[in-house]
């Protein structure tokens, strides 16, 4: 056998569609497992109707999320594909799914379903608000648990609406979160024979990013109240977002950090002065250190050399980059933090690269995302042993299905 | 061999501190493997100073973070401790840690030195901004990362500066990526006989959020920067934060849910009216179309008439929870999504549940964190032959530490 990559050999078939859902199933498949993407047609997964930014019919949103897998695409409403679909799991260690819940049930697809076919199967459900409890039947989207989360509530100024951050927080972590406990239950099943069914909410991973604020909440027995507090920490000063020449950076000068800012502002009076020496006494006049602090960085020409005159105090600070700026920005490049795939239809783009580095492999940037049921054939007859003509029945009768993009 | 737990019978050698490195050790340790949590005296991890809420020396934080670890406490400025630590390397599977790039180097704990002890060790390095490229020497704290990444630049107004979230967004995250990466390489051990290093970055994972802001700004050469816009979707409308009676709720009512919520409004006109009836007409429009759905939602007493009259006609929507609002909603309690623990010291405190809810085993709220060095004598015992005169030795030279909290 090739050994080409960490989970090379596993085989898992994914019914998930948009981001929480193919995050998971794209870190096997990155990681080398075979990924049998299954896309109810006619159209397959919505985003492939998205992002279309290259003037022609491809969507570099798919391309992103589904790097290294095979499509196959089958028509649904057909008896006859929920009828390859069951063939398919008695072939796969996985499946993978996002649907809302219950969804699974009704195509004949469950947990249960899919465990009588194949007894230690490792099936993971994927959902907003989790398969059990009153809000699980609400429609799910991130930012619906992110709400519920209480983590919109720690976002923005005190006595304003809070800000929701545009970008994939909850999916994105929920895919790993799900990626994390499906590899756990294949180690699990290596050792016992056990299948496993897992359960995992855009709820409960947005919970688990809670530092300190359910447990200071819970532990002060609601003594404490936590809640947003605008650009700067409630509890240690200084440390937040700073106004510099040209836009605003981010920087900590707390606890032991506070010496090493002194000396970067040519104020090294102000370490052992009681007015200033303690996190506490600055919390107190948060304004005024804060506007201290900005004074002093609106007198560099521009971001860059602020940032090199306190990195050479050792003080931690960082600019607050655009998305465009970190695609030139030589450290991303090196560590393909960001990278540039090729696709066939859409031509060279960037997109975030693979963020689990080992040292046996190379990144690997030829991975390429497929075609609405480009696989049809090869995963039928590879998988299936259905032949040419089987596969040619199937698809005059609308039961396979594919498009040019 | 009795089978507890989905990781029951992996071996983990914990050097990490704070939360990014100890939740990727915590995955492990609700999953049943052995951790062993090893700890610079004689503070140990730093945050057993903070969260003291309960009138005693006990570290909320500390517990949150170290469920079912087990703590060795050595001073490793004497040289006898790194030799114990090499020692407890050979007994191990995977070592992890989340120093500064350099430091475990400099305690002869690299990869190469434990790779050199254990051919087939899975090392994993957590670091800020990673082991290699230009920033990598950078001290390195989460908001750091996450303002290089572009996250920051994403949250708030589009022409003032941005929010940061105050929660453990890159930390959690990135400890939930390397848990994964380190079982993925764990069965690709099983496979091969391979060990593996793995370098994972804040940076990277932070960056890995971007659902599609950096394939659009790529796709488009540039044309399109993204940016922060507000409250609200840049791209589809209505959907974002919206203003209610007693706070705020978020609410979507883009695409086909524009139907559903035109129901709710009492407002069925709109759904075919040319001025009303897209995204891309609202969108011109977004001021009005806010302003009409908050002046509706102002007319209930509260906010959960309102969710409830949106809920009856399917519109997407949640409530912006406070933190405090979880800890006793049922839903929450339900689901595990927040969990109370019992320690033997601060008593009964909630904290978030373990996200991975898998079929075979129930959710454990028995597990209990370490007291510092609780557990010197036994991992030294038991896993390294250590007579009891031994174990008196190296606690009387002050190689092994310890602490009643």
Partial sequence: MIQQHLLTGIRVLDFTRVLAGPTCTRMFAE???EVIKVESGPDGDMVRKISKFRGNDRSLYLIQQNLNKKSVCLDFRKPESIALLRELVAQCDVVVENFRPGVMAKLGLAYADCKAIKEDIVYCSISALGQSGELAAKPGYDFIAQAYSGVTSLI???DEPPY????GLGDVSTGVHAAFGIAAALLHRARTGLGQYLDIALLDCYYHYHEAAVHTCSGTRGAVKPTRSGRHFSYVCPAGVFRANGGSI???????????????LGRPEL?????????????????????????????????????????????PCAPILSVEQTLTHPHFIERGTVRTVHDRLAGDIQIPGMPIKGSTYPANNDYVAPLL?????????????KSEGEIAALTASGVLMSAAS
Wanted: charged fraction near 20%; include cysteine.
């Fill in 271 to 315: 370490v052992a002065d009681p007015g200033w020496a303690t996190d506490q006494v600055r919390l107190a006049k948060v304004d005024e250190v804060v506007g201290m602090i900005e004074a002093w960085l609106m007198k560099f020409p521009d971001i860059d050399s602020a940032i090199a005159t306190l990195d050479g105090h050792g003080v």
């Fill in 373 to 385: 049921g480009e696989h049809n054939a090869e995963v039928l007859s590879g998988l299936l042993g």
């Fill in 250 to 264: 981010v920087l900590i000068g707390f606890l032991h950090h506070w010496a090493d800012l002194c000396a970067a």
């Fill in 31 to 33: 990681c080398g497992a």
């Fill in 156 to 158: 923005g100024e005190r």
């Fill in 164 to 167: 929701l951050p545009l970008l």
